[in-house]
């Protein structure tokens, strides 16, 4: 028989400190085909063997007569659940390892659980675990209540929509979303000498109507602390915190850190996360940008009431395949007219270096754009702009 040893104990000890989520102990326990437990500082410790054939998704944890066990199996179900809705709206993004991370830490010990199931099946999906396991954290350093303290004291939210809608009738040309980035996985480091807080001002002086700042740190060399820094230089520009977003805490977090906008993702989220997430930023005054990237994610988006800023990415996040003939796909007559119909903004996303991507984009439907690498790499980002746009948009 194959298979690996794995220690696990149903509440566990995160990597850098404290107790994680009972959710997270479900995932641990769910491969256990054999248990053998054992006290260790004041926690549960199983030494479990894994068989690799049982460690199939569709098998729950072993039923025990124990609170902890029933609570882990109510859970794994619940999980169980949440994919089929997610699997019935398209979404193939699983939001975290079937079988629990694929690292796994029990005090000095760290092993890895060898299930295939534990590979991500691509960058988006390998991102969204990494988030997964990161907000864990997270949440244990600022819970909830704290971030909602820090709310208070939180600078007051600027007018994104607006911003981008004054700055289209302003210059005729998409309202500009100007990245912040300095790497991504597909690109590797965009710029090297990257001061978070310059390129903002030049951004600002170039004409862009609104900022994004990328916050992951691991796939893309962003920062919380970029964001607030940006925040309080005093840049004058909305700013959308670029961000995956799976948990409504991280909204709460942007917009502790300064965000006046977030981005959601069509392909990670389900329409209820959209439907849940947008109402939250409605109350924190947030502006949320709809990501989509296929024709279903688009309908499905289209069909939830109250979006008011979708953008559409001619990068496949699981593939980095960039197409910028893909946001004049999504447009077609039908969704053009239920998008005047309500109102929407479109927002042109990547891939976009040349006056002719900005004029192909605008004559496909846009109203604004959001545009990184080839602004970033420009050694002056303000003249970047009116490189893109053919023309001065700051005056
Ligand atoms: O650098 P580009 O090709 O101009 O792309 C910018 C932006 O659209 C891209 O960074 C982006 C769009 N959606 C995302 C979601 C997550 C991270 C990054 C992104």
Redesign the pocket.
Same mark, same amino acid.
């Given at each position: 028989m194959e298979g690996v040893m794995a220690l696990m104990r149903p509440m566990p000890v995160s990597p850098k400190q404290g107790v994680t989520s009972p959710r997270t102990s479900v995932r641990r326990s769910t491969p256990c085909i054999s248990t053998d437990f054992s006290k260790r500082n004041g926690c549960l410790i199983r030494a479990q063997q894994l068989d690799s054939t049982e460690a199939s998704t569709t098998v729950p944890p072993p039923v025990s007569d124990s609170k902890d066990n029933a609570l882990q199996l109510k859970e794994w179900e619940v999980g169980k659940l949440q994919e089929k809705v997610a699997a019935s709206q398209g979404i193939t993004i699983r939001r975290r390892p079937p079988t629990g991370p694929p690292q796994h830490y029990v005090g000095p010990f760290e092993f890895r659980i060898q299930s295939e199931g534990n590979t991500p099946r691509n960058i988006l999906e390998e991102i969204i675990w990494h988030k997964d396991v990161e907000l864990a954290q997270w949440k244990e350093r600022k819970p909830l209540v704290s971030l909602k303290k820090a709310l208070d004291v939180a600078p007051p939210t600027r007018d994104f929509i607006g911003a981008l809608r004054a700055a289209q009738q302003r210059t005729g040309l998409p309202g500009l979303i100007a990245?912040v980035?300095k790497a991504?996985p597909s690109r590797g480091v965009l710029r090297e000498d990257f001061n978070p807080v310059e390129i903002a001002k030049a951004y600002e002086k170039g004409g862009a109507a609104c900022l994004?700042v =990328?916050t992951?740190e691991k796939f #893309?060399q962003g920062s919380y602390e970029n964001l607030a820094a940006i925040r309080d230089a005093g840049i004058k520009c909305p700013l959308l915190c670029?961000e #995956?977003i799976v948990e409504a805490w991280q909204l709460f977090y942007a917009r502790t850190k300064g965000a006046d906008a977030v =981005?959601l993702?069509a392909s990670v989220l389900t329409d209820l996360d959209i439907k849940y997430m947008t109402k939250i930023c409605k109350i924190l005054g947030l502006a949320a940008l709809v990501?989509v990237h296929t024709e279903r994610e688009m309908d499905r988006v289209l069909g939830i009431e109250g979006i008011q800023l979708v953008?559409i990415?001619n990068?496949d =996040?699981e593939t980095f395949t %960039?197409d910028i003939s893909n946001t004049r796909n999504l447009l077609d007559a039908r969704r053009t007219k239920i998008i005047r119909e309500k109102g929407i903004i479109v927002v042109g996303?990547?891939?976009?270096f040349t006056p002719a991507d900005i004029a192909y984009v605008q004559d496909a439907g846009v109203e604004a754009v =959001? %545009?990184?690498?080839?602004l970033i790499k420009q050694p002056d980002p303000a003249e970047g702009i009116a490189k893109l746009f053919g023309k001065d948009i700051s005056i």
């Open positions: 990245e980035k991504s994004s =990328l992951d #893309f670029k #995956f =981005l993702i990501e953008g990415n990068r =996040l %960039v996303e990547s891939g976009l =959001l %545009v990184g690498e080839s």
